[in-house]
């Protein structure tokens, strides 16, 4: 299917079902970046993204949350001089 045909006919199902407007890959790029924020080994989310190599994977979607990086800036409190 080419990809505009398929990104109308999942708006059209997704305004017919009363869903929030989100673009397909949106929710593709959210069912990467979860697993990987809940410490799922890379080269399974690897596989469930389809990539040939892991090392796109986390070139494109393991982004530091920022609560991630709060905590680990809040773990350094009081340990340095």
């Known amino acids: 299917m080419e990809p505009r045909s ?3 006919h999942f708006a ?3 305004e017919r079902a009363g869903c ?3 673009r397909l890959h949106n929710l593709r790029h959210t069912v990467v970046s ?3 924020e809940l410490d799922v080994p890379p080269h399974v ?3 469930i993204a389809g ?3 892991v090392k796109i994977t986390l070139k494109v979607y393991s982004h530091a ?3 991630v990086m709060r905590q ?3 773990e350094l409190d009081g340990r340095l001089p």
Request: aromatic share 0%; no cysteine.
């Open 45 to 47: 989310v690897q596989a």
């Open 20 to 22: 929030p407007d989100v």
């Open 72 to 74: 680990a800036l809040g």
């Open 12 to 14: 059209a199902r997704r």
């Open 34 to 36: 979860l697993p990987l």
């Open 51 to 53: 990539h040939a190599d």
């Open 65 to 67: 949350n920022l609560d």
């Open 6 to 8: 398929l990104n109308r």
